[in-house]
């Protein structure tokens, strides 16, 4: 059994060589993912071993980037974008939106669109403006587009060969600041599925939801409301559209109580529509209202004050005390 | 609030000014003149047949009388909107007579012309026209894209599709087309600056039909649109876009580099959108009725015409055929219309994607539920 | 005392004209809004009466008339952008997210962005695609940005005058298929504040909230559950970001149940933000949870179709029924 | 599913193939040679007076070991980032002494010469690289944007402002700062084809320093890129961006002919990035240490002082002076940092808008009582 000790960065730079190895029509665009290897080196030595015709350094333009993988995709090639950072995704976005989102709908199926859309998304690394934003929302309100975001390495290395395998456009956010984070990863291993939440630590008082980086705020909380004789169910939603709320349902059926946890500005995030759905499902188990945990309805700040920001646990827990306290 | 203000008082600014430092003599290449005359162009030359002759003139009468039913279809409330190529035939027709089987053409939505000459069916191009479908027909069995509305986002997709060419040793090339106006789009220059770095086999086909709806090309451009490409490092050239011979024979050059792996070239067709924009639109707000008048003197079919008639090569009962054969197609596309299908309610949720979501499903299952309800008399 | 009868197009007409000749810092730019008066005719006449220099026929790039309305404001000037279609605004997306949004933020107010970005916005005019969409939620989650939708003649004449008067830059959805609704307009009345609901129709089983075009259909719905003897409140939110809910508090503590209807995708649509916010606040005061009427989570359908996407009378008493049953 | 396929087989794509129907004579004005020689060049002439030149120097100099310092302070984990101008300097301080002061500049995130020149506190740049502000100094005050993180969004604020400013009747011009790599985006291009539209005031200055990040020009364009301004119907110009007097002298004629209508005005300055792209950028991946030498023999400061030592217009007192300063500058900026405030928690709400929402003051006043919370030790 191939297990390594892998942190998410090289899991998916591991995740993107096989996809590459398994399909001939796989290929990466980006800004600098070249020789660079990517500003996060996540396409490090990619380049070296594919050539330049599958791992492209593109002119620095966005649009042109998506705007080609259309095309690229429309001859049968899986194209993966990288988008260098989160807050340089919005000058590709009327391709992404009006193009990527739509071309098999308006095809109906005669034009597939296999794209991948990698960004690193999320703050928490010091940066100065753009480099800290969590765009998700804007694609999860997008018809036609998937959006996952992963928390682990394990995740990471699968779900970025599945998503290169899904026939669909995904928008795939890859949390920067946890790019450094480690686990055993079994290689060789079944993949769980990819639109699927999944349930990583029981409990039974407040149910939690995240994704991506805030994953592991929320098991953080959960562990330290323990110490406090409070028991959290923490979910990892590790897809954002479609959403996979069985188990969430199921969850807070059971604990009547449910807080939603993201970096992006709390009004119109995912939170909103969490709230909207687990209400309209489990309206009669709820002894509290769904509570939401994010960022403040504010640019995201210069990085002296992301910390204030960000939910961190104990604004977390803060949040498990008030849902509590319904 | 204010950087550094001194008077307010307005003064129009002067829009399109001369540019006098660069070269203002624009050739335009054309192997017929508007009275019909067969001219050489040293760098542009035409081997051509009686028979391709008779048929480029069939393709052209039989667009227009296509554009034409259209036009009134629409009126007649058949169709939503309908955006005519009138006036644009021979550019439109040489363009797609250029290309080969394997190339593939990427339109704006103006491009019944091309569609007609890649074999799409019009009644397939009517069905968007009419709200029947957002697409309309196989763009992969007949090497011509979807219909893209948004001005020039179809340049990227060419692009991009070219550089599949290029991987896959395809000796095929991508054809886009884009008018006036979308020169201005920042897409549509990326798309340019794409090709040139990597050297794709595509070819930029801009018509140039004057206006982008209201607005005259001055607005977009005050050097003429062909001497763009250079500024990117690939050739640009102008043609006469109502000589449908010329057309031809540089959208042929044009491809044939392409795929011998010269990259891209872009071609500006000068040319004039005879009709409204679409059929939504007023022209009358915002052009002089003696412009038109001129254009008319170049109409390209009444040209080919008059270049088949003068030399022999067509005879009254060659356009009393072709005559007869555009009032069949009048009356089938005019029957079709009329009997086309609305498309199924459920049909909506159907492609949003090639894996159907769980979420989707159960709004669609709830969607038919719905009507369901209506039809048993519940609500 | 001045009183008109408008329709919506020509009440947006006259106050933009009153705009511009209280403020000669007002300009108006746009694709074909000149000589053709824009493609609704909503800026008829202006050009020939106001020149070009302010009123800027533009070449054709939506993500150029965003930009350089940047700069004209950081010149003093109060640029009016009309966007032609709401499927067209992506290519300025960039501008508008990361500029215009932040430009007041980023300068610490040095740098005011009185930019109005008109926009005709959702469905019903059997248009070809890109053409009926209804972005709004992409707008509201975008710190920065105020959002307004109107709906009725009055409120687009005083709307337009307020929204550019208002030192932040603002979305204005402009309700097409509504465009040539009519009613009487005081020329000379007092304006409603432009960032207040509206409670337009009381009742009180039901709070039914709604906004831009879908106000006429809530109303309509109202008409006809009046008939079967149900009352429904029908508030106008008239601005969806900043959201002003104390009237619909105020309203669902009294009916216990709600129901948001908008053209836009149900999925993160304004109804999701709204569903959270009134169940947070009236948690103990619904009978039912909030329900949504919107668009379906697909691309908008071809017009054959757009009947059977967007939300109609029916669709609302559906889900005013279901909200009932519960 | 795929268009046309014909072979899979992989080529390598030609990137940057040439383009012989161009021409390929690229004029790069100078007027100091690397050696510090004063040439004369036709179209550019330059009368300066040793005070000047002095005072070009001093600037240079000072804005190389604020340079340095941040550099330093990045390393020390003062400052989050650092945006290095190592080598570009004279670009910089040429384009900015170019302009008048009610001129206003656009820059990107390393136009910290120009803004030395603009009179901006280098810890108010500094601020922004601390992650103390998004922002950091006035920029109606200083005649200076704000810097623009987001490659090219500033060119189009350029072009809106000068559009501002001719409808204003004032006799300024705006400048706008970009890369080689930022000429690759479409709003660049959009900004290029207003300005050129409107005919606006506004001097696109391309610091083109050979890389945007690790990319090499050559991916962006395949000619140089100041020819892309002809395609476009402007002027565009090469000036050696080493050479101080050079790109003084073309920037201030480009800003005199755009503040008397002649409009718009793209130069390239020829320059290399001497150090990393940013403090989290590693050179080594993607070019030769050979290649900086190179340049390091055509550096911007040691041509300006080698005229001046050479031509008796400084001394070495006035070196040794320069130096001095520089220790105190680098002092200052060094206690500036550390001694630099941290903004206040709640600061964050209050620009969001010029007229506060209730919703957000609402979150503020949670915020506020959140954390006073805890300092209350409720958690
Ligand atoms: C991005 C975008 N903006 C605006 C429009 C609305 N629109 C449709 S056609 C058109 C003018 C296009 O002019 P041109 O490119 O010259 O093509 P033509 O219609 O003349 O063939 C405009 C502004 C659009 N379709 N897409
Ligand atoms: C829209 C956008 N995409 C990507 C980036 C990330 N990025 C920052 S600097 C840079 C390279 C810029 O190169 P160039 O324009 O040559 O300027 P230079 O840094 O060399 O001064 C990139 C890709 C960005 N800031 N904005
Ligand atoms: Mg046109
Ligand atoms: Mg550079």
Known sequence: MATETLTIGKALNLGLRKAMEDDAKVLLMGEDIGKLGGVFRITDGLQKDFGEARVVDTPLAEAGILGTAVGLAMRGYRPVCEIQFDGFVFPAYNQIVTQVAKMHARSRGKLPMPVVIRIPFGGGIGAVEHHSESPEAYFAHTAGLKVVAVSNPVDAYWGIQQAIACPDPIVFLEPKRRYWEKAEVDLDATADPLFASRVVRGGDDVTVLAYGPMVKTALQAAEAAAEEGRSLEVVDLRTVSPLDLEPVFESVRRTGRCVVVHEAPVTLGLGAEIAARVTETCFHSLEAPVLRVGGYDTPYPPSKLEEEYLPDLDRVLDAVDRSMGF | ?????????????????????????????????????????????????????????????????????????????????????????????????????????????????????????????????RGVDNGGWDPVATGFNLYTVVI??????????????QRDGAESAALAFLGDGATSQGEVNEAMIWAASFSAPVVFFCQNNQYAISVPLERQSRVPLYQRAA????????????????????????????????????????????????????????????????????????????HLSRGGVADTAFFTGIEAEADELA??????????????????????????????????ADFVQYHASFEEGEH
């Open chain 2, 1 to 129: 609030m204010t950087a550094k203000t001194s008077t307010t008082e307005m003064v129009d600014p002067v829009p399109g000014a001369a540019a006098p430092h660069l070269p203002q003599r624009t050739e335009l290449v054309q192997l017929l003149t508007p009275e019909g005359d067969r001219v050489e162009h040293p760098d542009y030359s035409l081997d051509i047949s009686g028979d391709e002759l008779r048929s480029l003139y069939r393709d052209l009468a039989l667009v227009r009388r296509w554009d034409l039913e259209a036009t009134a279809l629409q009126r007649q409330g058949e169709l939503g909107i309908w955006a005519s190529l009138l006036g644009q035939e021979a550019a439109q027709i040489g363009a797609g007579r250029a290309m080969a089987e394997s190339d593939m053409a990427f339109p704006t939505y103006r491009e019944h012309g091309v569609a007609w000459t890649r074999g799409v069916d019009p009644l397939h191009v009517i069905s968007l026209f």
């Open chain 2, 152 to 165: 020039g986002a179809q340049t990227l997709h060419a692009t991009g599709y070219a550089m599949g060419l």
């Open chain 2, 231 to 306: 500024g990117f490092g690939f050739p640009g050239v102008r043609v006469d876009g109502n000589d449908v011979l010329a057309v031809l024979a540089v959208t042929k050059a044009a491809l044939a580099a392409a795929r011998e792996g010269q990259g891209p070239t872009f071609i500006e067709a000068f040319t004039y959108r005879m009709g409204a924009h679409t059929t939504s639109d007023d022209p009358t707000r915002y052009r002089l009725a003696s412009e038109l008048e001129e254009w008319k003197l170049r109409d390209p079919i009444a040209r080919l015409k008059a």
């Open chain 2, 331 to 364: 009356a089938r596309i005019r029957s079709g219309t009329l009997e086309m299908p609305d498309p199924a309610p459920a049909a909506m949720f159907d492609f949003v994607y090639a894996e159907q979501t769980p979420q989707l499903a159960q709004q669609r």
